[in-house]
């Protein structure tokens, strides 16, 4: 079975830049979920889908940060514009649906570097 | 607001020795609550999770967490260390619980460094 993909692995930008990251969950996954993870900080969410609506967005920035779900299978997540802050590696995840009981899987991250 | 504390940002230990890696939550109820490992340049992976029961749980790469509501802990506990085990764990817990929210808070992680 295929795991989460992401791509790219890596962007360096300058601030005031846009980027994008895209998700691929593993097929049949309902909820997909995007995490940001800091140097030193535990992943925090920033916005679940169910299909291709969302769930939970209520720590996502946005005023700088979108994202969306198209069909309910790929997910883009986009920064414009980014902020130094904003470096991060970004998580993509996937579950069968939202119970706790279905495993959440993770994706390698996109490690974003805002210079 | 749920929270979890790793306290330990970093610990080494020789291979073979036993490992236990401390996690304390803030919920008023029972919690769900999760271990996953981060080994560089890779995506998290769940090493074992909590709902009810059996206060002691298994999980996979010979690990094992005790949950103890007196404490408000999880701690997760490995008897001989292999040095593929370094890495970051991170432990999370399920916002809500039973309301399946799928929402998952994590610790800020600990960094385990393997001795040969």
């Known amino acids: 079975e295929a795991g989460v993909a992401q791509s790219p692995r890596y962007k360096i930008i300058e601030k005031r830049q846009s980027v994008a990251f895209w998700c691929n969950p593993i097929?049949?996954?309902?909820?997909l979920y995007w995490y940001q993870q800091i140097l030193g900080q535990g992943p925090k969410l920033l916005i679940q889908?169910?299909?291709?609506?969302?769930?939970?967005d209520s720590q996502l920035p946005k005023d700088r940060f979108s994202a969306e779900r198209l069909k309910g299978v790929d997910s883009t997540l986009k920064i414009q514009p980014a902020k130094l802050e904003d470096s991060a590696v970004y998580l993509c995840?996937?579950?069968?649906?939202?119970?706790?009981?279905?495993?959440?899987?993770f994706g390698p991250g996109t490690r974003l570097t805002v210079l | 607001a749920q929270s979890v504390t790793q306290p330990d940002i970093h610990i080494t230990v020789s291979e073979g020795a036993s490992l236990e890696l401390r996690c304390n939550y803030s919920?008023?109820?029972?919690?769900?609550l999760f271990w996953y490992v981060q080994s560089p340049g890779q995506g998290l992976q769940l090493l074992l999770k909590?709902?009810?029961?059996?206060?002691l749980v298994q999980g996979i790469k010979g690990f094992e967490a005790e949950f103890k509501r007196s404490q408000s802990s999880f701690n997760l506990r490995k008897p001989s260390v292999h040095w593929s085990d370094a890495a970051e764990y991170f432990c999370?817990?399920?916002?809500?619980?039973?309301?399946?929210?799928?929402?998952?808070?994590f610790g800020q992680g600990t960094t385990l460094q393997v001795k040969p």
């Open positions: 995840a996937s579950s069968l649906d939202r119970e706790f009981y279905n495993e959440q899987f």
């Open positions: 097929s049949g996954h309902a909820t």
């Open positions: 889908f169910q299909n291709n609506g969302v769930v939970d």
């Open positions: 919920y008023g109820a029972t919690p769900y």
């Open positions: 909590y709902f009810s029961g059996d206060t």
């Open positions: 999370a817990v399920g916002e809500g619980a039973s309301s399946n929210t799928g929402k998952l808070i």
